[in-house]
């Protein structure tokens, strides 16, 4: 199978130059892109006035979590988990799951996210989904022993069910990732045993660290250290680590990600939103640290929309630090894109012969994106996920003209609303 | 003409209860709002799976100034205003202003934006957009004369001739607001006049306030004083004055503000790029003071989607004051709607029996609005612009099911690509 797409304006390469260029891709890769490709192929996409934009890369997400959507707002993080979120989540059937999943992917595709890496329950259920949806999907089990024995072997167990089903599915496009939940509600031993078996098993690891005050002064008394600090001296932390939020980092905790290759996973909207706090975007991209981002959930965010996400990170750093030229539309788009690819060690996040096909491609003639003066900035700083188009994952097209062809939209919006009436 | 809005779910009354309902509209008045009402009108829309909301009220823009957007992003106000938008702005002719009020006239039509507070130059040209465009439009002269008294007398004079002019239109959707810059660029003499202007026409004043540390510091290098004391010792302040910022406020001024029944425009996008600051919300709505939201112009926004910008006022008093209760939902969405309205003397801002139709439909049929879980905190936290589907002011339907009936879509954005050619 190959796809065509012709006369748009394409970002290209690693270092995101705008150009006008044809694009070709066969079977799941880009092979040619340049000015007037003469070839054939079985589908030809015209994408004039169109921009062609690699896919995102959601860093962080719950994506069943859409369930939730809007049931509880403008509360403090442990209301919000412990008298809305658990609660419901205690209902949780995989089917619900899978239902929440459903609608998770389907807002992914609409707007362009191309790869997300999940954390959530069943994730065999999710993928099932990741799998009839198109999308790329890294999928880690949330592990939660509290510090009780038998529940470190049963969330042990569960991960490694998981991680068979999901390897039985035998897709490129899905892979299982270890997700301990955090270092606040794992226990040592939990931490120790996921770290060997992501070693032995070849799989990356995601962890939430350091995202709130609260947690900070949990882990200091019990530790007498910080969470990163904890996770180093237990040889935790490698370039396999992606860790979500690290909003309350000090410039020794940002040393040790540094030194050790850990990304981590930024989520503006989710930070702001919960009041957790502004994480040191400068410090770590100083460090050298590969930053990517992420939407979080969409019980807090609320939505998937990696475009206004990317917003939110460079207008929310300018003006925590009261400066303008902070989180500039390049940085955002590259942590957006490239940085996320690079995280999940896939060969995506740019354009260009050799690298796989997930493509954005997003529509430009609409009063917000005109006059043309600036194509990044007008993604960053004036579009959002409604202006995609059209979404390519693997060299497949899973919307084309802003109509999804692999998931039946009708279907799992009705789906949604009986699922969240049966689970009040 | 009447219109009939049927089977939409409706954001009813001045506590914006949510409620199953159709919207009579006759003439420019909603007439009756209730269960399946029988009578037959000129035009029927059906909402089924639609939110009928009050249109949004954006109390600070400079609505041309869309022609510059992206040009000039991720820089300091200064460098930003005199290397890349003033040079621009000198170039600037009657017909390149009309085409960028044109841009953001079909911007905020296709954001359910239904009113607008605007400050630019040639506003009678804006005028003309605004008449044609059936948006309605609040129109200032910004006037800067730098403390010249020959220039004192050129602005007031242009003033004056554009009041003419605007109110030659003998629109009761355009009005004139006389619109001197800002404390810094105006002298006292010329704010004092227009205070004299303002009460003898019964216009309203807009004024850009406490934007910058940098305006304070200017001022009370000059003055001894805050902006906002300064403004009060000469008398300027009252409930007919809008100022657009105010991010640095002390609770002096904020005691000040509430005292003359000031209103705040709040510009949450353009504090956060141009990383002015962060305005005192809680202080200024504790104290009692009128808060609407505006978008600024587009040069450092870079929209004027309503729909992001209430988002992102949520988002961005939650994480500044580590609190996530401030800046609800529904506190953000009043500032949007009625408190605008409000701000403007308008009847405007709420669907209820008597008040303006000014109204936007919102397509919940869409993976990111559903579950319908919360249809305040769905269009604050995860909605954006392109969800509007259906625009209607003063009783007409500017936009119908995503189609701009009232302008040339197609001629606008080619016109601005040209304009902006020859502006570089």
Known sequence: MSILIRNGTVIYGENFDVVKADVLIEGNRIVEVKRRINEGADVVIDAAGRVVSPGFVNLHTHSPMGLFRGLADDLPLMDWLQKHIWPREAKLTPEYIKVGAYLGALEMIRSGTTTFLDMYFHMDKVAEVVLESGLRGYLSYGMIDLGDPDKTERELREALREMKAIEGLNSERISFVFGPHAPYTCSIALLKEVRRLAAEHSKLITIHVSETMAEIGQITERYGKSPVVLLDEIGFLGSDVIIAHGVWLDSRDVQILARNGVTVAHNPASNMKLASGVMPLQKLLNAGVNVGLGTDGSASNNNLDMLEEMKLAALLHKV????????????????????????????????????????????????????????????????????VETTIVNGKILMLDGEVLTLNEEKILSEAEKTIERLS
Chains 1, 2 share one sequence.
């Not at 996040?349 to 917000?368: M, Q, R, S, T």
């Open 320 to 387: 925590h630090n009261l400066d303008p030229t902070v989180a500039d539309a390049r940085t955002v788009f590259r942590m957006a894109t490239l940085n996320g690819a690079k995280a999940l060690r896939l060969n995506a996040g740019v354009i260009k012969e050799g690298y796989l096909a997930d493509i954005a491609v997003i529509n430009f003639n609409k009063p917000h994106l005109r006059p043309v003066n600036n194509v990044i900035s007008h993604i960053v700083y004036s579009a959002n996920g409604n202006d």
